[in-house]
């Protein structure tokens, strides 16, 4: 058994999901950003604004690479993840990765103006979601062993597509 890793965009409802996917499935529920959060006993806003992006991307690693010694959850990913060649041999080896599909649009409506995500804030926040994503997408599906598409559909609905496509491929 293995974690399901739940990856895809900022706003894609990763962390929502993964708690109601980890009721229905018994298992524990992880946020590698919650993990990047306690170990360095600050927000993911403040380590961006006093170290940077590439210090966060090194804790977001760590935390990753931390889930291998964890009993088999259901992990919500910080939607950078992917960025990191080595973050994704590591999802391959110790899981089974669903990918949320978000649009920019829809991205920008559920979190863009929330303030908690430091790479949407500011006044570029359409420019910044539409090419980060774009940017991403490739990296995001060559990771996947599913995709699932959230546009229209509730919490509730991407937990439950998730459960009938992760039959048998996920065990
Ligand atoms: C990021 C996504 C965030 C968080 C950080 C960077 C990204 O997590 O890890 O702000 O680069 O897409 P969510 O995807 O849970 O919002």
């Known amino acids: 058994m293995s974690h399901i890793f739940l990856i895809g965009f900022m706003g894609a409802g990763k962390t929502t999901v993964a708690r109601l996917l980890a009721d229905r499935l018994n298992r524990p529920c992880v ?13 993911v806003r403040a380590i961006f604004e ?7 991307r090194a804790l977001e690693s760590e935390a990753l690479l931390s889930l291998e010694s964890a009993q088999p959850s259901v992990v919500a990913c910080g939607g950078g993840i992917v960025l990191r060649d080595e973050n994704r041999s590591v999802l391959k080896r110790l899981g089974c ?39 991403r997408e ?7 062993d599913v995709s699932v598409d959230t546009v229209g559909l509730s919490a509730d609905q991407v937990a439950s597509q998730i459960v009938s496509v992760i039959e048998g491929l996920c065990a």
């Open 31 to 43: 946020d590698v950003d919650d993990i990047i959060e306690a170990s360095a006993g600050r927000s």
């Open 138 to 144: 490739t990296l995001y599906a060559a990771v996947a």
């Open 97 to 135: 990765v669903v990918y949320l599909k978000v649009s920019a649009g829809e991205t920008l409506a559920r979190v863009g103006a929330d303030g908690t995500r430091p790479l949407l804030s500011g006044p570029g926040g359409v420019l910044a979601a539409t090419s980060l994503l774009e940017a």
């Open 50 to 56: 006093d170290e940077g992006e590439v210090a966060f």
